[in-house]
């Protein structure tokens, strides 16, 4: 009986032991153990794992690829443009023991270094790499982030910039640089198009100067063309050749054609409506002065200049007399006496 709670008592403590001692690591962790506080250089594999039940400590470390984004960065670019970037970064733990003992979080560790190398490429960068040439800079990103990262047993996949969001103002200005873009694309298309035109056009005259009956039969061409529309009315070009051949004719009809005058042995013809002007003369002004106009049209009293100037008025008397501006309208002087007697 004794043997038998002997031997119940060794097994309960293996089981014991062996429950303290056994450790399962998963097929994407790896094993760091500590003993006494030390870290050993041997790195469990994934399976069951037997540690000392009181001298070690086991860390369980993840080794898959974390993927971990960047919170968006403002910065000004190397052509002076505010823009606002934000990135993503793939990552995963190279050496467990390494990133246990030499840094207390990695995760934390490469935010913070991703963060601050972004900013730095932003301001390393112009604003048209960071919209169309992103490669070079992802290149840069992953190169200045894996310089830290290995000294913390971490391995750098890769960097990749998600978006770059732009002020309202130069999305406008963009958009105005694309418009004119494109309108000088199509101008030169258009231009193009033109002198090719013109080239074929241009080849076409001269054969068709070759062969008179050609234009004849694109004349009947284009009549056929015109009438095919079902038009009420039916426009029919006359040939210039047809003009000039009658103008011929008629001219050997009268004798021979007439030699043209030139426009500067012309007369000048005057014209069928055009009436003669008229000179006006303007009377002398001392003639229009010297003439008396009577102002009796006018002026309800007439006083003959005579008595006017044959009265001879002190000019304190006529200064006090009060005389209406009726009777004084109403008197009419000639004008060469006025003038005569404003002369000293």
């Known amino acids: 009986m004794l043997v038998l709670d002997v031997v119940i008592g060794v097994v309960l403590a293996l089981a014991v032991l062996a429950g303290l001692s056994v450790r399962t690591v998963q097929q994407y962790q790896r094993g760091v153990v500590f003993r006494f506080g030390r870290v050993l250089d041997r790195v469990r594999e ?3 794992v037997m540690i ?17 984004p960047v919170p968006g960065q403002e910065g000004i670019t190397r052509d002076n443009v505010t823009v606002r970037v934000d990135a993503v970064v793939y990552f995963k733990v190279e050496d467990p023991v390494k990133a246990t003992v030499n840094v207390q979080d990695y995760g934390f560790a490469i935010s913070q270094v991703a963060q601050t190398s972004l900013r730095s490429i932003i301001g390393k960068s112009e604003l048209d790499d960071l919209l169309a040439n992103r490669e070079p800079i992802n290149q840069g990103l ?3 982030l894996d310089s830290p990262a290995l000294g913390w047993g971490v ?16 999305k406008r200005s963009m958009s105005r640089q694309a418009e004119a873009e494109r309108e000088r694309r199509a101008r030169i298309i258009t231009a193009d198009g033109e002198y090719q035109a013109s080239s074929r056009l241009s080849e076409a005259a001269a054969i068709m100067a070759e062969t008179p009956a050609a234009l004849q039969l694109r004349l009947l061409q284009t009549v056929v ?8 009315t039916l426009v029919l070009p006359f040939p210039v050749e047809l003009l000039r051949f009658l103008e011929s004719a008629t001219q050997q009809a009268e004798g021979g054609p007439r030699p043209k005058a030139k426009a500067a042995d012309r007369p000048a013809e005057p014209l069928p409506d055009a009436r003669p002007v008229e000179q006006l003369e303007l009377p002398d002004l001392d003639g229009v002065l010297a003439t008396e106009m009577p102002a009796a049209e006018v002026l309800a009293r007439e006083v003959p200049a005579d008595e006017v100037l044959a009265a001879e008025v002190p000019a304190e008397e006529v200064l006090a007399r009060e005389v209406p501006a009726e009777e004084v309208l109403a008197r009419e002087v000639p004008a060469d006496e006025v003038l005569k007697s404003a002369k000293p």
């Open 155 to 170: 391995q750098i996949d890769r960097v990749e910039i998600k978006d770059v969001a732009l002020p309202e103002s130069m």
């Open 225 to 232: 063309e015109v009438a095919a529309e079902k038009n009420s």
């Open 142 to 144: 992953e190169l200045m």
């Open 46 to 48: 994934p399976g069951l």
């Open 52 to 68: 000392m039940p009181v001298a070690d400590r086991l860390r369980k470390v993840n080794v898959q690829i974390v993927t971990m």
